[in-house]
């Protein structure tokens, strides 16, 4: 990770970089903001006629479950920045599964506790705190701790910890729609095998994705601009989460 960080100083940009290449920058930044603003359907949002549906039906629904999990991780747009932030400078696949590992672990730990103990925190602090996580990932990417702090933090650690505060985010969501307590827990297991299988075909998008971009002599170029413009719409969910619950 320290050799990603120091061939990305060499890409900083600086006030003699060329115009066009300062304004991809904002450009960049700008797509991802609109991005985090988007839609209502923010992050954890459960859509109307899936929580209708949730709402009403009673007993063990294996296949139902699984598929709104599945949906909901693969619609889940900051699920996805976070994903694409902790894989951004990993190449082999032990390490991908490592860290992809570590972050379901912590997500599905507090999304089947806190549902099943009834467990919730206030919506958009949780939101706010997930952005948070998009943007650490961010600076982590442009080596802006070492150079601010001296120091790399654990990177494992924080995809674990975060990774709990995303699976809050849900739970607080499905704790808010009062699912039937009958056949609660295989209801639950099911949705989380089914975030999982959305959590792997989003990953398989982004790895053929990156796969293609990394062969291109524009990777490089671009690395710094792709994690700013991602560390924008962090901040922008932050800021979005937080009005929210100041005025709400």
């Not at 598929?67 to 400078?89: C, E, Q, S, W």
Request: glycine residues 10%.
């Amino acid at each position: 990770m320290r050799f990603m960080h120091e061939r990305l100083s060499g890409v900083l940009p600086s006030p003699n970089r060329p115009t066009s290449q300062r304004i991809s920058l904002y450009v960049g930044a700008a797509l991802l903001l609109l991005l985090a603003c988007a839609n209502q359907a923010l992050a954890h949002a459960v859509a109307e006629g899936d929580k209708g549906y949730i709402q009403e039906i009673s007993g063990v629904n294996l296949i139902p479950f699984m598929y709104l999990g599945a949906k909901h991780m693969a619609t889940g747009y900051d699920h996805i920045l976070f994903l694409l932030g902790v894989i951004f400078f990993l190449y082999r696949m032990k390490h991908i599964a490592l860290y992809v590992t570590l972050f379901a672990i912590g997500h599905s730990t507090t999304m089947l506790l806190g549902v099943y103990f009834n467990v919730g925190i206030n919506s958009y602090i949780i939101d706010a705190i997930i952005g948070l996580s998009v943007v650490y990932k961010a600076l982590d990417n442009i080596g802006a701790f070492q150079r601010w702090l001296g120091c790399q933090p654990n990177t494992k650690v924080a995809t674990v910890v975060f990774g709990l505060f995303h699976g809050f985010g849900l739970s607080t969501k499905i704790i808010e729609y009062n699912i039937s307590p009958d056949g609660l827990l295989p209801n639950l297991l099911a949705f989380n095998v089914g975030v999982e299988i959305g959590q792997l075909l989003a990953l398989g998008a982004i790895l053929i994705a990156m796969s293609y971009w990394r062969r291109t002599a524009s990777f490089w170029r671009h690395a710094y601009t792709t994690n700013v413009a991602m560390m924008s719409a962090g901040f922008i969910l932050i800021g979005y989460q937080l009005t929210g619950y100041f005025i709400s």
